[in-house]
């Protein structure tokens, strides 16, 4: 029996690595330009930099209501009526009268309105280590993502000289079993290793078409390229600083950490402004005024008139007793005090348990490194020495699938420890509040040099295979 595939489907994979390979434009694709293409675009690294835009708005609002207060006004009244006087006739009224003044107020004694200042600069402070914080989660963001499509593509690319080595390997036995060299089962086995091997590739494609989707979601565009970890890269170490030392590090400035702290500090002047709620005010006013009249609608004559007032005054105002309002509102801050406190320590906690791990998946990460470089070369001897085998009859053909197997896996591994490798440093330098565009400009160091990306490109076993009337079972 011969099993066909419609020829669609069977292209289908292959057409999506064609997709990869046109979809996006032709601008650059090294790490610094998508990050500074992602800063452009991400959706919350922007929320964060206009949250910090309007956070400093509020320390000047806080000045602002420590400065003298300047007013002016000015009104215009038309007075119409008849007036009955004893027993004259009556008499029509129209008067008209007008003032205008000025009002200069300074605050002398604000206890509270001190407080909101120290506030507004704590909110500012805060806004800045969510805006930080928000910068170095973009840029874990980013690399995360870059790193899996670079794995993913890898793994495409394994798997299509996987796949290309299993279908000679397939045409190898079918040519043995032809002359009589080898059994049918070498030929089953082929076979079999073969659909197994097509099915990982197009799971392959599909994780790589999803990677590649999660990095267009931060940049707001497709990925056309890939810059991959160069081989000979030296890839980031632990340069004799002690765990100790990235601990201290963290505490004093990891952005969380900095976030609960100045959080800490916004609850304290919020405190501080309740407490000042209780104490008494002082504000100097001065008046400047001129009033004008044609006359009065209730005396008999008009005579007009025109004042200029000229007043200074100071003014007390002590709240004694408001219900118990102020008592609990401090109550209340006093208790968000305590919380916010509880939450830094916790940041702290958090900071150190970061700091450990990525301190501890470098090392690892350092040491899969060096073994899977010799895994590699290792298993490259072994499967040219199966073949070998395999040619002279001391090796069956599943020896040398396996010891093919074992050799791409060595490479995705290879891939896969380095791209780690890279990621547990950008977690210790987050963690450390260490992460800065100086950072991304390190890793990009260690990738492929611009003019030799990664390509996805339709290989000539792909071509072969989706011929729809090729068969695809060995009838025995």
């Given at each position: ?382 499967l040219d020495a199966s073949k070998v085998g395999y040619r002279i009859g001391t090796r069956i053909n599943i020896d040398v699938l396996n010891a093919e197997n074992q050799y791409f896996a ?67």
């Amino acid at each position: 029996m011969f099993r066909h595939r419609p020829w669609a489907w069977r292209l289908a994979p292959w057409a999506l690595v064609c997709t990869v390979a046109t979809a996006g434009t032709a601008w650059g694709q090294n790490l610094s330009d998508l990050y500074a293409l992602a800063r452009e675009h991400d959706a919350e690294f922007l929320a964060a930099r206009h949250s910090l835009d309007a956070a400093r708005q509020r320390s000047p609002q806080a000045w602002g209501a420590l400065l003298p207060q300047l007013s002016y006004s000015t009104s215009r009244q038309t007075q119409k009526g008849t007036l009955h006087f004893a027993d004259e006739e009556p008499v029509a009224k129209d008067v008209e009268s007008r003032n205008q003044g000025w009002q200069l107020t300074q605050g002398i004694v604000r206890p509270q309105q001190w407080a909101a200042v120290r506030q507004a600069n704590a909110f500012e402070a805060q806004a800045e280590a969510e805006f930080v914080r928000a910068q170095q989660d973009l840029s874990m963001r980013l690399v995360q993502a870059y790193l899996d499509a670079w794995v993913a593509s890898e793994s495409v690319r394994v798997s299509a000289g996987q796949l290309e080595g299993v279908k000679a390997q397939q045409g190898l036995a079918k040519r043995n079993y032809e002359v009589g060299v080898t059994t049918i089962t070498d030929v089953y086995e082929a076979q079999a290793k073969f659909d197994l091997t097509e099915a990982q590739s197009i799971g392959a494609l599909n994780d790589l078409n999803a990677r590649l989707a999660e990095l267009e979601q931060i940049l707001g565009r497709p990925v056309q390229q890939l810059h991959g970890i160069a081989e000979d890269a030296v890839l980031p170490g632990l340069t004799g600083e002690p765990l100790a030392a990235w601990v201290d590090l963290s505490h004093d400035a990891q952005p969380d950490v900095l976030l609960a702290k100045a959080s800490v500090d916004v609850a304290k002047a919020g405190l501080l402004q309740q407490k000042a709620a209780f104490l008494p005010t002082v504000d100097l006013t001065l008046n400047n005024g001129t009033d004008r009249s044609t006359g009065s609608v209730t005396a008999p004559a008009d005579v007009g008139y025109r004042t200029r007032t000229h007043q200074a005054a100071l003014t007390l105002n002590w709240s004694l007793f408001d219900g118990g309002q102020s008592y609990f509102r401090t109550r209340e801050s006093a208790y968000q005090l305590s919380k916010v406190q509880a939450d830094l320590d916790a940041a702290q906690r958090r900071a150190t348990t970061s700091v450990r791990l990525a301190y501890a998946g470098i090392r690892s990460g350092q040491a899969q490194i060096r073994a899977l470089t010799s895994a590699v070369a290792s298993s490259k001897k072994a499967l040219d020495a199966s073949k070998v085998g395999y040619r002279i009859g001391t090796r069956i053909n599943i020896d040398v699938l396996n010891a093919e197997n074992q050799y791409f896996a060595a490479q995705r591994d290879f891939a896969k420890a380095r791209a780690d490798t890279v990621m547990q440093w950008v977690r210790l330098q987050a963690a450390s509040g260490s992460l800065t565009d100086d950072s991304i400009d390190q890793i990009n160091a260690w990738l492929a040099p611009t003019g030799q990306p990664i390509k996805f490109e339709m290989t000539d076993f792909a071509n072969e295979s989706i011929k729809a009337d090729e068969p695809r079972r060995v009838k025995p």
